[in-house]
């Protein structure tokens, strides 16, 4: 265990950066989601919160995710907040991810961080931070990984989000609470590329038939990681 983390860590320092002339790219000010967290506050104000729930979190991919339509017999509560990065999402950990004390953790983020210029070893670090947060405080909570998905509108940065998914993929499989969803091969058409009739004008979000292939590549990891959460201990 120790070897492949040390190897893991190697292989994050060695992924070369997008951004690779200059200094590596700060952090945006998280303050920029004000409104949008105050807006789940006021929602959760006026409406009762689901106990051990399914908690959505990340970027524009999880706000835009119908997610109750998706899986309308679980606890589902969505906090995606869009053009957010690994760091916002730690940064208001203590409100859209802490006080829901989720049963399972659906992740998806690292998207806009590598179009920012962040490196995928930047991005696996920040991810295991995030893990970090969350098993401190809440040691029994499930975490499952969305792969970085790819679209035509950042596709050149297809190879560094590639890289981002393998180091998370692998640092995944060392314990029993991580997971990785592999959502991101099931938008590639034949030929190798996205298939933009999955993405909407943009061709960076899914449409409604990019989150149906996403509900149908994650609905039975889900299930798995459900049924497995209770029988075995953190």
Same mark, same amino acid.
């Given at each position: 265990?120790?070897?492949?983390r040390?190897?893991?860590?190697? =292989?994050?320092?060695v992924?070369?950066?997008?951004?690779? #002339?200059g200094?590596?790219p700060?952090?945006?000010?998280?303050? &920029?989601?004000?409104?949008? $967290?105050? *807006?789940?506050?006021d929602?959760?104000?006026?409406n009762?919160?689901? *106990?051990?729930?399914?908690?959505?979190?990340?970027?524009?991919? =999880?706000?835009?995710?119908?997610?109750?339509?998706s899986?309308?017999?679980?606890? @589902?509560?969505? &906090?995606?907040?869009?053009?957010?990065?690994?760091?916002?999402? $730690?940064?208001?950990?203590? /409100?859209?991810l802490?006080?829901?004390?989720?049963?399972?953790?659906v992740?998806y983020?690292?998207d806009?961080?590598?179009?920012? !210029?962040?490196? #995928?070893? &930047?991005?696996?670090?920040?991810?295991? /931070?995030f893990?970090d947060? @969350?098993?401190?405080?809440?040691?029994?909570?499930?975490? $499952?990984?969305l *792969?970085?998905?790819?679209?035509?509108? /950042?596709?050149?940065?297809?190879?560094?989000?590639?890289?981002?998914?393998?180091l998370i993929?692998?640092?995944?499989?060392?314990d029993?609470? &991580?997971?990785?969803?592999? @959502?991101?091969?099931?938008l590639?058409?034949?030929? !190798?590329?996205?298939?933009?009739?999955?993405?909407?004008?943009?061709?960076?979000?899914?449409?409604?038939?990019?989150?149906?292939?996403w509900? /149908?590549a994650?609905?039975?990891?889900?299930?798995?990681v459900?049924?497995?959460?209770?029988?075995v201990s953190?």
């Amino acid at each position: 265990m120790l070897l492949r983390r040390t190897l893991l860590l190697l =292989i994050s320092l060695v992924v070369p950066s997008v951004s690779l #002339a200059g200094n590596p790219p700060a952090d945006p000010d998280p303050n &920029r989601f004000a409104k949008e $967290i105050g *807006a789940f506050r006021d929602l959760d104000s006026k409406n009762s919160v689901p *106990a051990d729930p399914v908690l959505f979190l990340g970027s524009s991919s =999880i706000r835009l995710w119908r997610t109750h339509d998706s899986f309308p017999v679980l606890p @589902v509560i969505n &906090r995606g907040f869009g053009g957010s990065h690994i760091s916002d999402v $730690i940064y208001f950990a203590e /409100r859209v991810l802490l006080p829901y004390k989720p049963r399972v953790i659906v992740f998806y983020a690292g998207d806009n961080d590598i179009a920012a !210029g962040k490196s #995928a070893g &930047r991005v696996f670090d920040d991810y295991r /931070r995030f893990v970090d947060l @969350v098993h401190q405080r809440l040691p029994a909570t499930r975490i $499952i990984f969305l *792969a970085i998905k790819p679209s035509t509108q /950042r596709w050149s940065l297809w190879p560094e989000m590639k890289r981002a998914n393998e180091l998370i993929q692998a640092f995944s499989q060392e314990d029993q609470r &991580r997971f990785f969803a592999d @959502v991101a091969t099931p938008l590639l058409g034949p030929d !190798g590329t996205p298939d933009d009739s999955l993405f909407l004008e943009d061709k960076l979000h899914l449409n409604s038939k990019g989150y149906e292939v996403w509900t /149908r590549a994650l609905g039975p990891l889900l299930q798995k990681v459900l049924d497995s959460r209770d029988a075995v201990s953190p």
